[in-house]
């Protein structure tokens, strides 16, 4: 049965149209206000309050917690220092990636290295069996530990108002400790949105008290609650993939195509193939030895006038859906099927429509034009998509 | 807003070219020449744009008249803005930003009514008040929809010369009066209605509630010298109509910063393209060849002269014929006609910075209400007592006043917390009783009227100003060059309408002289954030080159 988060006495009220959406078990909603849109607006504009905390959290402690990272992702955990935050896919000894997370440095406690892990899917087992040999403990604090995406440009007015701490020296993917309410905390510099943002990690018996004190702090600079829809939109705009939707975790695929290799779905730029071994290195040198994966994870810009006309065809006035669809369409060059795009959503601040998809490498090329299915009114057409670079929407802020 | 004031100086290289005429040269950097500007750049043409204010941006303009608080000073709201523009242009890449405007909100002694784009909530409370108009609103919605789509067009297409026998001019409008034909009679019948009849007459033919159709009755009479019950103002409503089929393709809301921030949009792509951007460069007329028959530049205010093959004016109708040109070149039938094209500016604007938001008394909780239009507009009575007074010369005591509050999507036009409220108040006619000059003796009162009358409804509201910008039609004028105030450069009645605006015959953006073109809002379709003047002006003259072989 889905459960509430230990913030849902206080999502619960505010989400009064009952749109709630199942996450790991948990209820996450969809939208509180009548329109997303509003909530994507608070994103770009504001500053959005985004309950995340289904997401799967580990804690690794002990004197090889990193060495347990390094063992298991594809960065180098060399770099990794206490108050560093990596974004990270790992794979399976196949080079397949299992899931992508973030990985948070903690400050060093009593000698022992502490590592928060994050993941979309559960992860205890797979950090287990790697620990094999390592001097780590390796708790689910899935439960225990409350997390709340704090994002848009005013966030950092409304976490500096509701802790009394500057922030503006916090980095891009970094972290640190700090005290919300009375509350100990721990504030990294990450987020879903592709803007600048906080993610909170607070202790779960007091999540209602820190949710309480943010909302305080946020009001003058119209801070909202979000659901997934908009985050839905702001990560598409970020360029940002979603697992078991962009890619299928290798835990879960059942044919060979369904697994996807991080130089597939655009994470090839982490990977640090010369940082000493990892869990599947050696399938991902092969990987590039034979001449790279042959598909690539593409920015699509889809031609809106041709879905106008796909409309106007039948006398239809123009429409779209304001949320990202994530059924998966087949793209075409020459006629040819060269791969799929797999999300697709109307950017109300872009104003255009965009697509996350997986094409041929031949076909990866920025400014390549293809075709993607577009149906209206059960008929089937194509329209023009264009690759881009990623990400879509990348404000200086973001890093700033 | 740093780069709508940003003045380009020319270039090392534009200086040197200064000499060779430009290949058109822009007066008024507002939202119609900019778009012209960036449509002849873009077309490979060096053009040049003088504006006579610091700011760009015409009547499309940010400012931060009280610090800390930025208004949209006179337009407050993108409406129709036209789809292939922001995607010619890039504009989204430039800095465009609409942000969402959500319902209206009319408030009532001891009452409200409030619609939002939240479909059964709307019907919900329209049913409160009378469960037949919550139907009818329905039926409406669907047939303003069909009326919208079926003149729709018409924003697009260049209007046909009535005197040309050129069948390519008229295939456009063939394609209506077939399209026209294909209605059903009942839409048939609705479109001759929305043609002939009042706002007023029409709404009753649908609803009974009051505030409903005072609300709704509001988007006929906007920038007219015209009441509720006035004819001709049903057509106005469909315009409204345009917008929101749009809406979905998002050309309707706020714009972040304000609507000065859609003309440095529209300003970044001209430049990008390689147009030049002069401000405080105020023309004082346009040269003509000696014998008068052809522009050949312009001659600033400060006396420097500026060669151009074209000259295109973005001003209204009565500055681009009856001050740019000197007196007696034009003909007397035609300048006539100029004279007799109605301006008769309505409305004024309050903008005022407030520490707190306003509470009106009944409200249904929250400050959601407040993040779409309030419209003091309680019953259609109101609305055309306010009319009243304007006939003979006064501004209305208790006027039609559209709120919003732009600081509640967009907190970068206000301090953390403070708000920025934008109030559209009509009427205000420029022709008072004592004469437009008497303007500066009447502002004060003016503002306090609008003041008044909002308090009555949040009466908080007196308490939390901090700030208040009073721009009265005459400011309009003497500020921004809007003869008479026009918010629209001439009042959009039907008359004044496609091939007839601004003068019959002359609606396809050129004039009686020769390299001497128009892109305001005076044209073709009209004013409003539409940009569709200066992008057709901007395309017939590019098609008039070519077709010259120039």
Same mark, same amino acid.
């Given at each position: 049965?889905?459960?509430?988060?230990?913030?849902?006495?206080?999502?619960?009220?505010?989400?009064?149209?009952?749109?709630?959406?199942?996450?790991?078990?948990?209820?996450?909603?969809?939208?509180?206000?009548?329109?997303?849109?509003?909530?994507?607006?608070?994103?770009?504009?504001?500053?959005?309050?985004?309950?995340?905390?289904?997401?799967?959290?580990?804690?690794?402690?002990?004197?090889?917690?990193?060495?347990?990272?390094?063992?298991?992702?594809?960065?180098?955990?060399?770099?990794?220092?206490?108050?560093?935050?990596?974004?990270?896919?790992?794979?399976?000894?196949?080079?397949?990636?299992?899931?992508?997370?973030?990985?948070?440095?903690?400050?060093?406690?009593?000698?022992?290295?502490?590592?928060?892990?994050?993941?979309?899917?559960?992860?205890?087992?797979?950090?287990?069996?790697?620990?094999?040999?390592?001097?780590?403990?390796?708790?689910?604090?899935?439960?225990?530990?409350?997390?709340?995406?704090?994002?848009?440009?005013?966030?950092?007015?409304?976490?500096?108002?509701?802790?009394?701490?500057?922030?503006?020296?916090?980095?891009?993917?970094?972290?640190?400790?700090?005290?919300?309410?009375?509350?100990?905390?721990?504030?990294?510099?990450?987020?879903?949105?592709?803007?600048?943002?906080? /993610?909170?990690?607070?202790?779960?018996?007091?999540?209602?008290?820190?949710?309480?004190?943010?909302?305080?702090?946020?009001?003058?600079?119209?801070?909202?609650?979000?659901?997934?829809?908009?985050?839905?939109?702001?990560?598409?705009?970020?360029?940002?993939?979603?697992?078991?939707?962009?890619?299928?975790?290798?835990?879960?695929?059942?044919?060979?195509?369904?697994?996807?290799?991080?130089?597939?779905?655009?994470?090839?730029?982490?990977?640090?193939?010369?940082?000493?071994?990892?869990?599947?290195?050696?399938?991902?040198?092969?990987?590039?030895?034979?001449?790279?994966?042959?598909?690539?994870?593409?920015?699509?810009?889809?031609?809106?006038?041709?879905? /106008?006309?796909?409309?106007?065809?039948?006398?239809?006035?123009?429409?779209?859906?304001?949320?990202?669809?994530?059924?998966?369409?087949?793209?075409?060059?020459?006629?040819?099927?060269?791969?799929?795009?797999?999300?697709?959503?109307?950017?109300?601040?872009?104003?255009?429509?965009?697509?996350?998809?997986?094409?041929?490498?031949?076909?990866?090329?920025?400014?390549?034009?293809?075709?993607?299915?577009?149906?209206?009114?059960?008929?089937?057409?194509?329209?023009?998509?264009?690759?881009?670079?990623?990400?879509?929407?990348?404000?200086?802020?973001?890093?700033? | 807003?740093?780069?709508?004031?940003?003045?380009?100086?020319?270039?090392?290289?534009?200086?040197?070219?200064?000499?060779?005429?430009?290949?058109?040269?822009?007066?008024?950097?507002?939202?119609?020449?900019?778009?012209?500007?960036?449509?002849?750049?873009?077309?490979?043409?060096?053009?040049?744009?003088?504006?006579?204010?610091?700011?760009?941006?015409?009547?499309?303009?940010?400012?931060?008249?009280?610090?800390?608080?930025?208004?949209?000073?006179?337009?407050?709201?993108?409406?129709?803005?036209?789809?292939?523009?922001?995607?010619?242009?890039?504009?989204?890449?430039?800095?465009?930003?609409?942000?969402?405007?959500?319902?209206?909100?009319?408030?009532?002694?001891?009452?409200?009514?409030?619609?939002?784009?939240?479909?059964?909530?709307?019907?919900?409370?329209?049913?409160?008040?009378?469960?037949?108009?919550?139907?009818?609103?329905?039926?409406?919605?669907?047939?303003?929809?069909?009326?919208?789509?079926?003149?729709?067009?018409?924003?697009?297409?260049?209007?046909?010369?009535?005197?040309?026998?050129?069948?390519?001019?008229?295939?456009?409008?063939?394609?209506?009066?077939?399209?026209?034909?294909?209605?059903?009679?009942?839409?048939?019948?609705?479109?001759?209605?929305?043609?002939?009849?009042?706002?007023?007459?029409?709404?009753?033919?649908?609803?009974?509630?009051?505030?409903?159709?005072?609300?709704?009755?509001?988007?006929?009479?906007?920038?007219?010298?015209?009441?509720?019950?006035?004819?001709?103002?049903?057509?106005?409503?469909?315009?409204?109509?345009?917008?929101?089929?749009?809406?979905?393709?998002?050309?309707?809301?706020?714009?972040?910063?304000?609507?000065?921030?859609?003309?440095?949009?529209?300003?970044?792509?001209?430049?990008?393209?390689?147009?030049?951007?002069?401000?405080?460069?105020?023309?004082?007329?346009?040269?003509?060849?000696?014998?008068?028959?052809?522009?050949?530049?312009?001659?600033?205010?400060?006396?420097?002269?500026?060669?151009?093959?074209?000259?295109?004016?973005?001003?209204?109708?009565?500055?681009?014929?009856?001050?740019?040109?000197?007196?007696?070149?034009?003909?007397?039938?035609?300048?006539?006609?100029?004279?007799?094209?109605?301006?008769?500016?309505?409305?004024?604007?309050?903008?005022?910075?407030?520490?707190?938001?306003?509470?009106?008394?009944?409200?249904?909780?929250?400050?959601?209400?407040?993040?779409?239009?309030?419209?003091?507009?309680?019953?259609?009575?109101?609305?055309?007592?306010?009319?009243?007074?304007?006939?003979?010369?006064?501004?209305?005591?208790?006027?039609?006043?559209?709120?919003?509050?732009?600081?509640?999507?967009?907190?970068?036009?206000?301090?953390?917390?403070?708000?920025?409220?934008?109030?559209?108040?009509?009427?205000?006619?420029?022709?008072?009783?004592?004469?437009?000059?008497?303007?500066?003796?009447?502002?004060?009162?003016?503002?306090?009227?609008?003041?008044?009358?909002?308090?009555?409804?949040?009466?908080?509201?007196?308490?939390?100003?901090?700030?208040?910008?009073?721009?009265?039609?005459?400011?309009?004028?003497?500020?921004?060059?809007?003869?008479?105030?026009?918010?629209?450069?001439?009042?959009?009645?039907?008359?004044?309408?496609?091939?007839?605006?601004?003068?019959?015959?002359?609606?396809?953006?050129?004039?009686?002289?020769?390299?001497?073109?128009?892109?305001?809002?005076?044209?073709?379709?009209?004013?409003?954030?539409?940009?569709?003047?200066?992008?057709?002006?901007?395309?017939?003259?590019?098609?008039?080159?070519?077709?010259?072989?120039?």
């Amino acid at each position: 049965m889905t459960v509430g988060t230990a913030f849902h006495p206080r999502t619960a009220p505010l989400n009064a149209g009952l749109q709630w959406r199942e996450w790991s078990g948990f209820f996450a909603a969809s939208a509180y206000h009548a329109s997303h849109v509003i909530e994507v607006n608070a994103i770009r504009e504001a500053a959005a309050l985004i309950d995340v905390s289904p997401l799967f959290k580990y804690e690794l402690r002990g004197p090889d917690a990193v060495r347990l990272v390094d063992r298991l992702i594809v960065r180098d955990a060399a770099k990794l220092t206490p108050g560093r935050v990596f974004y990270t896919p790992w794979c399976d000894e196949h080079g397949k990636v299992l899931d992508d997370g973030t990985i948070h440095r903690l400050d060093d406690e009593d000698g022992a290295q502490v590592v928060r892990w994050t993941a979309a899917d559960p992860q205890v087992r797979w950090l287990r069996m790697n620990a094999h040999g390592l001097d780590v403990e390796v708790r689910d604090v899935s439960e225990s530990v409350a997390a709340v995406a704090l994002q848009g440009p005013l966030s950092r007015d409304v976490l500096e108002a509701a802790t009394g701490a500057p922030f503006a020296d916090l980095r891009f993917f970094r972290r640190r400790r700090a005290t919300l309410a009375g509350i100990p905390i721990d504030v990294s510099r990450t987020g879903y949105t592709g803007d600048v943002g906080y /993610e909170l990690w607070i202790p779960a018996d007091r999540a209602v008290e820190a949710w309480d004190a943010l909302v305080a702090a946020g009001e003058p600079y119209r801070l909202r609650p979000a659901g997934m829809l908009a985050l839905d939109i702001a990560r598409l705009e970020a360029g940002l993939i979603l697992i078991e939707v962009d890619y299928t975790s290798a835990a879960h695929s059942q044919v060979p195509s369904q697994s996807y290799s991080p130089y597939e779905i655009g994470l090839g730029r982490l990977v640090d193939l010369g940082a000493g071994d990892f869990v599947g290195r050696r399938a991902l040198i092969a990987e590039m030895t034979a001449g790279g994966p042959p598909r690539r994870l593409v920015g699509l810009d889809i031609d809106w006038p041709e879905i /106008e006309a796909l409309h106007a065809a039948q006398g239809l006035p123009p429409s779209a859906s304001s949320i990202v669809s994530r059924a998966a369409v087949p793209v075409f060059a020459d006629g040819r099927q060269v791969g799929r795009v797999t999300s697709t959503g109307w950017s109300p601040l872009l104003k255009k429509m965009l697509g996350l998809g997986s094409v041929g490498a031949a076909h990866a090329r920025p400014g390549t034009r293809l075709a993607m299915e577009w149906t209206v009114e059960a008929r089937r057409g194509t329209v023009a998509a264009t690759v881009v670079d990623l990400p879509f929407f990348d404000p200086p802020r973001k890093r700033a | 807003m740093d780069s709508a004031r940003t003045n380009t100086p020319g270039s090392r290289e534009g200086a040197a070219r200064a000499a060779e005429p430009w290949d058109a040269v822009i007066i008024g950097g507002g939202h119609n020449g900019l778009t012209t500007a960036a449509y002849l750049a873009r077309a490979g043409w060096r053009v040049l744009v003088l504006e006579k204010r610091r700011i760009l941006g015409g009547a499309t303009t940010s400012d931060e008249i009280v610090p800390g608080f930025t208004f949209s000073v006179l337009s407050y709201v993108v409406s129709l803005l036209r789809p292939e523009i922001i995607r010619d242009l890039e504009l989204a890449k430039h800095g465009l930003e609409i942000l969402p405007l959500d319902g209206t909100f009319t408030p009532l002694p001891g009452d409200y009514l409030w619609r939002t784009d939240d479909h059964a909530q709307t019907m919900r409370e329209i049913r409160r008040w009378s469960a037949a108009d919550a139907d009818a609103y329905e039926e409406y919605g669907r047939l303003m929809a069909d009326m919208a789509r079926f003149i729709k067009p018409i924003l697009g297409m260049v209007p046909p010369d009535p005197t040309s026998l050129d069948p390519r001019d008229w295939l456009g409008v063939a394609g209506l009066a077939r399209d026209f034909a294909r209605l059903p009679e009942r839409q048939q019948s609705a479109f001759i209605g929305l043609m002939t009849m009042s706002a007023a007459d029409f709404l009753d033919q649908w609803f009974e509630t009051e505030p409903l159709k005072a609300t709704m009755s509001a988007s006929g009479i906007i920038g007219t010298f015209l009441g509720v019950r006035s004819p001709g103002t049903a057509y106005v409503l469909l315009h409204h109509y345009m917008g929101e089929i749009d809406g979905a393709f998002r050309a309707w809301g706020l714009h972040k910063g304000g609507t000065g921030a859609i003309s440095a949009a529209i300003a970044s792509a001209a430049r990008a393209h390689g147009a030049e951007i002069r401000t405080d460069a105020g023309v004082g007329r346009v040269t003509l060849s000696p014998a008068g028959d052809r522009a050949t530049g312009v001659v600033l205010e400060s006396g420097e002269e500026i060669a151009a093959k074209v000259v295109v004016s973005s001003a209204d109708v009565r500055r681009t014929f009856l001050q740019l040109l000197e007196p007696g070149i034009l003909p007397a039938d035609f300048e006539a006609q100029v004279r007799r094209f109605r301006f008769r500016g309505s409305s004024g604007k309050v903008n005022l910075a407030l520490d707190a938001l306003p509470t009106f008394t009944t409200n249904p909780g929250g400050t959601e209400y407040l993040r779409g239009a309030v419209s003091i507009s309680p019953s259609l009575e109101h609305m055309e007592r306010a009319y009243d007074e304007a006939k003979y010369g006064r501004f209305s005591r208790r006027p039609y006043v559209d709120i919003v509050i732009p600081s509640l999507v967009d907190p970068s036009v206000a301090p953390p917390g403070r708000h920025v409220m934008s109030c559209f108040v009509q009427y205000a006619p420029y022709h008072l009783a004592e004469g437009p000059g008497d303007w500066d003796n009447q502002r004060e009162a003016f503002g306090d009227a609008v003041i008044d009358l909002v308090s009555e409804f949040a009466p908080n509201l007196r308490d939390v100003i901090v700030g208040k910008q009073v721009v009265t039609p005459l400011d309009m004028e003497r500020d921004w060059g809007l003869t008479e105030g026009n918010i629209f450069h001439g009042e959009l009645s039907l008359e004044q309408l496609f091939f007839s605006r601004p003068i019959p015959g002359w609606a396809r953006y050129r004039t009686p002289i020769r390299d001497y073109w128009m892109c305001g809002s005076s044209t073709h379709p009209g004013g409003g954030i539409m940009g569709a003047n200066g992008r057709l002006a901007a395309l017939e003259l590019i098609r008039s080159r070519r077709s010259r072989g120039a």
